[in-house]
């Protein structure tokens, strides 16, 4: 059975930053495509980053670009989310997300695998 895993989330006071980490099992699953999406209270699913397994092509959700840096750790099978300079606005539970194929988009139905979500709580 292929899992995502993330890890990471807590609570952290506006302005600081927050690394989340998402591994891949077994060592047989590796999405070509890896990624995080973000949910608050009461909003649809939102695209946050993703990655291509080789690293080359990364993309941003327009809320976080210049704050967030995604990563890849190939040997490890796991991605990361570097949150930096930290808002309210970005509590939320946020979940990394896979695919084996396609493009690196950005809507919910572009992602087959999904982790069951980390929550990221930043107070003001």
């Known amino acids: 059975q292929v899992q995502l895993v993330e890890s990471g989330g807590g609570l952290v006071q506006a302005g600081n930053s927050l690394r989340l980490s998402c591994a891949a099992a077994?060592?047989?699953?590796?999405?070509?495509?890896m990624g995080w999406f973000r949910q608050a209270p009461g909003a649809e699913r939102e695209f946050v980053a993703g990655?291509?397994?080789?690293?080359?092509?990364?993309a941003y959700g327009d809320s976080v670009e210049g704050r967030f840096t995604v990563s890849r750790d190939n040997d490890k099978n796991s991605i990361y989310l570097e949150m930096n300079s930290l808002k309210p606005e970005d509590t939320a539970i946020y979940y990394c997300?896979?695919?084996?194929?396609?493009?690196?988009?950005?809507?919910?139905?572009?992602?087959?695998?999904w982790g069951q979500g980390t929550q990221v709580t930043v107070s003001s």
């Open positions: 077994p060592r047989s699953f590796r999405p070509w495509i």
């Open positions: 990655m291509t397994w080789c690293g080359g092509t990364t």
């Open positions: 997300v896979g695919r084996f194929d396609g493009c690196l988009g950005s809507r919910v139905d572009d992602y087959k695998y």
